[in-house]
């Protein structure tokens, strides 16, 4: 069993080649031996959000702070609210960030490897601006 105090991880922007504005990372757990699970905060400025991707294995996100946007290529965007649970399964398109104007946290929780995430193209602003306007914003 080990205890890892808040004051010993180091949070990092994210790389601006997979995100879309100001994007931190504190990463909780790390694959360690057999386990190929990833615990991370993420918390997005508004209007940052990821590029659009897919992963591997699913990703599972459990949202803490304020109001964000999932949206799964061709389909309509979703709010997440804090304490929402959002399950993308395995090889799904799809981007997640914050609203317009709410700072946004989640905890990702993915099961893959390094190489596992496949990075595409920036969500338009077109495509966001209309995602804000389908959960309300």
């Known amino acids: 069993m080990s205890i890892q105090p808040a004051s010993s991880r180091q949070a990092r922007q994210a790389p601006a080649q997979n995100f879309t504005g100001a994007v931190f990372q504190d990463p909780l757990a790390r694959a ?19 590029v659009w991707h897919k992963h591997d294995m699913r990703q599972v996100l459990l949202v803490t702070t ?9 389909e309509p965007a979703q709010a997440m609210r804090p304490g929402d649970v959002a399950t993308v399964q395995p090889g799904i398109d799809h ?3 914050a609203s317009a104007n709410s700072l946004f946290a989640h905890v990702s929780l993915l099961e893959s490897v390094p190489e596992g995430t496949e990075w595409g193209e920036p969500v338009s602003e077109a495509d966001y601006k209309a995602a804000n306007t389908q959960v309300g914003v």
């Open 32 to 50: 360690e031996g057999p386990s190929k699970t990833n615990a991370t905060t993420v918390t997005f400025v508004p209007g940052a959000r990821t």
């Open 66 to 74: 304020g109001l964000g946007i999932l949206q799964i290529k061709g």
């Open 95 to 97: 981007w997640h960030g």
